[in-house]
């Protein structure tokens, strides 16, 4: 799917939380915005999504200008936000269900995605018996089985640790390269959006404004090695300066 954003903002009272934004994102695009918290990036995410209405400016979607609710997308948040009660795989159709559709013909589906994420064993576990990780991957699961063209994912791996993180990484990206969906991903770890991403929204301070888009030429997939690439290195420094430059980051932290 293809999003285009013109000029749009969100201001909440008197407080301007996104300064009006200009962005393009082309069919099967992978997107990553990185900035400091409370920049605007997650309510970017809402406005493209319509769970928030622009204060200005528009939103398109496949050349037509939003009005109302945006069901050819899923959405992963930060937190899972399974259902306690139900299993893996009854949190996955979970979707489809509530989009008023017959569960049986999304069973076959539902678990080619449990499988293709790591988790065909465990179709049948309750959230309580899932690792964050785990918890995840059934969530990117579940925003995928109604097969949208856009995905919008929201720090979906922040509360993870470390060598769950790099691994949600590796499993994100090869989801990517085999259905090529269009992906809007926030985070505030510039590793995570340069590795990700085939461009990089370096967004400003509040109210946030887009400071650069930096395209990622390296190859994929971009494995663990992809952090000695001199392209990456190259990257990840010219967005430290950008944050340096703007106070995001110290010098002496530097």
């Known amino acids: 799917m293809h999003v285009l954003l013109s000029g749009a903002g969100k201001t909440f009272g008197t407080v301007r939380a996104l300064a ?16 400091p918290s409370g920049c605007g990036k997650s309510t970017l ?3 493209v999504s319509n769970l928030l209405p622009v204060t200005e400016g528009r939103v398109e979607i496949d050349g037509r200008a939003i009005k109302g609710p945006v069901t050819q997308l ?3 948040f930060q937190q899972s936000t399974l259902l306690e009660w139900r299993t893996a795989l009854g949190n996955v159709l ?5 989009r ?13 995605l449990l499988d293709q994420v790591g988790l065909k064993d ?30 919008l994912m929201d720090e979906p791996f922040g509360a993870l640790d470390a060598l769950t993180r790099e691994q949600m990484r590796l499993d ?21 959006a340069v590795l990700l991403a085939d461009r990089v929204v370096v967004m400003s301070p509040r109210p946030g404004r887009i400071e650069r888009i930096i395209k990622i030429d390296m190859e994929r997939p971009r494995g663990l090695r992809a952090r000695r690439d001199p392209e990456f ?8 300066e950008i944050f340096l430059s703007r106070g995001v980051l110290s010098r002496a932290a530097a």
């Open 233 to 240: 290195l190259r990257i990840e420094e010219e967005i430290t």
């Open 100 to 112: 008023g559709l017959p569960a049986r013909d999304y069973r076959a589906r539902a678990m080619a």
């Open 20 to 35: 009006p934004v200009d962005l393009e994102v082309a069919d099967g695009e992978f997107v990553a915005i990185v900035g």
């Open 94 to 98: 979970f979707q489809v269900e509530m």
């Open 45 to 47: 995410l809402r406005l």
């Open 122 to 151: 465990f179709a049948n576990a309750h959230p309580h018996q899932l690792s964050g990780g785990m918890k995840q991957r059934v969530a990117i699961a579940r925003a995928l089985v109604h097969d949208p063209g856009l995905l």
């Open 74 to 76: 899923g959405f992963v």
């Open 172 to 192: 994100l990206e090869a989801l990517w390269l085999r259905r090529r969906m269009t992906v809007l991903f926030v985070t505030h770890s510039v590793d995570e």
